[in-house]
C-alpha cells in the first residue's frame, strides 16, 4: 500500500461529512428531534433510581440476557429471537456494514431515515430510492416492481420525515415476495396503526427494528432491540455486536422502563390527541400544507415562506426542524408532537405570524 494511504481515506470520510445533528439551541421549546417530552418526569427519576442494583466496576456480564429477557415479556417473542444495540442507529449499522456492499442495491423510499442514508453513503451500498408522491405517500406498486432488482429492503414505517405508514396488508405482500433482507425500522411504531413485529415468526427474511428512543422517551439512554429468526439473531448477538454493547446504567433503566410500559401507552395515547389538534391546527392556513402522519411529529410545507417561519419560531426559542426540499415540496419543515404546553406554544407563535 502506498505510504500514508491512511490520508486519502481521511479526506474521503471528511468529504462525505456525516449525520446532520440539529444545532443545539439553549432553553428551547424543543420540538426538532422527535424526542418525547410528554412522558412524566416521575418516569425518569423512578428509572434512574434503578441505578441501585448497578456494580459499575464490573463488566455487565448477564446484564444483555436479563435486559433480553424483559423486552421477550414485554413483546411476547421468544428471548432467542430478541438483540439489543446502542440505540436502534447501532443495530442498523451493523446490519448494514456486515451484510452489505458495493454490490448491494439497498431498495428504499425516498426520503428515508437520514441517518441510514449516510451509512450507505459511507460504506459506497447504492441505493434504489422510491420518491414519495406530491400528497407524501408511497405507491406499493412501485416498489413491488423494483424489489426485484434489490437485495436488501429498508423502511421505516412510519417513515421520518413524512411520518406515512404503508396500510399493512400491503407491507405484508411486498415483504412477502421479497427473497432477500428486509428491515423494517419500527422507531415509530407505537404511534403508528400497526406493528409487524409477529410476522418475523413466519417470515424469515424479516428483521424489525426497535426502541426505547421515542415511545419511552428514553433517547438518551440509546437502547435498541431487533426481532429477527433464531439464527440471525445468535449471529448478530454472538458474532457482529460488541461483548457489551450497552452499559449498565442503560440495562437496569430499560428493564425498568420497559416494566412500567402502561405509562409508555398513556404517554402515546396523548401524543395521537396533540397529533390530531396540531395538523388540525396547521391546516386552517392557507400558507401550508399539511401531511397526515402516524409518527410523534408531523411533516408540513410552508413553501417559500419556510425560512421565515424557522426563524420566528428559533427567534422566540421553539425549535423545530428545517428540511427544506422534499420532492416537489420546496419548503417542508418537521414538528415534533411534544407536551400540551409545547405545542401550544408552537401553535400560538405560528398564529402571531400568520394569523
Ligand atoms: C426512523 C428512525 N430509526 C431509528 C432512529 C434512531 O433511533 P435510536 O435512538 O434508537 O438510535 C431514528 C431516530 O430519529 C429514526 O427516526
Not at 53 to 68: F, T
Not at 213 to 230: C, D, E, V
Not at 293 to 312: E, T
Request: hydrophobic share 35%; net charge positive; charged share 25%.
Amino acid at each position: 500500500m502506498k505510504k500514508n494511504w491512511h490520508e486519502d481515506k481521511i479526506k474521503k470520510f471528511n468529504s462525505i461529512g456525516g449525520y446532520r445533528k440539529p444545532e443545539p439551541v439553549k432553553d428551547s421549546v424543543k420540538l426538532d428531534s422527535n424526542e418525547n417530552y410528554v412522558i412524566p418526569k416521575q418516569f425518569q427519576n423512578d428509572i434512574l433510581s434503578s441505578k441501585k442494583n448497578s456494580d459499575i466496576r464490573e463488566y455487565p456480564l448477564g446484564g444483555v440476557e436479563r435486559l433480553i429477557d424483559t423486552i421477550s415479556k414485554f413483546t411476547k417473542v421468544p428471548s432467542s429471537m430478541i438483540g439489543v444495540g446502542n440505540g436502534s442507529d447501532q443495530i442498523l449499522d451493523l446490519i448494514l456494514s456486515n451484510f452489505a456492499s458495493r454490490q448491494t442495491r439497498v431498495l428504499t423510499s425516498n426520503p428515508t431515515f437520514g441517518f441510514f442514508e449516510e451509512r450507505c453513503k459511507l460504506y459506497g451500498i447504492p441505493l434504489i430510492a422510491i420518491p414519495f408522491s406530491d400528497d407524501m405517500k408511497l405507491d406499493i406498486e412501485n416498489f413491488l416492481k423494483q424489489s426485484k432488482n434489490a437485495d436488501i429492503l429498508y423502511l421505516d414505517s412510519p417513515n421520518n420525515p413524512t411520518g406515512f405508514q404503508f396500510k399493512k396488508d400491503q407491507l405484508q405482500r411486498l415483504i412477502k415476495s421479497f427473497d432477500g433482507l428486509v428491515i423494517i425500522d419500527e422507531a415509530y411504531g407505537e404511534f403508528g396503526e400497526y406493528s409487524l413485529l409477529n410476522m418475523v415468526k413466519s417470515q424469515n427474511n424479516l428483521v424489525v427494528v426497535k426502541t426505547l428512543s421515542k415511545s419511552f422517551g428514553l433517547a438518551g439512554l440509546r437502547l435498541g432491540y431487533f426481532i429477527a429468526n433464531r439464527k440471525f439473531t445468535d449471529a448478530f448477538m454472538n458474532v457482529l455486536q460488541y461483548p457489551y454493547p450497552v452499559s449498565t446504567i442503560t440495562i437496569e433503566s430499560g428493564i425498568q422502563a420497559l416494566e412500567k410500559s402502561k405509562t409508555m401507552k398513556d404517554t402515546v395515547d396523548n401524543i395521537r390527541i396533540e397529533r390530531k389538534r396540531i395538523v388540525e391546527t396547521l391546516q386552517k392556513y392557507d400558507a401550508f400544507e399539511v401531511f397526515d402522519s402516524r409518527a410523534n411529529f408531523v411533516l408540513f410545507d410552508a413553501h417559500g415562506a419556510y425560512k421565515r417561519v424557522y426563524s420566528a419560531l428559533a427567534e422566540q426559542g421553539i425549535s423545530i426542524r428545517k428540511l427544506g426540499k422534499i420532492g416537489n415540496h420546496d419548503g417542508c419543515l418537521r414538528v415534533t408532537i411534544g407536551t400540551k404546553e409545547m405545542n401550544s406554544k408552537f401553535l400560538l407563535a405560528i398564529r402571531d405570524l400568520l394569523g
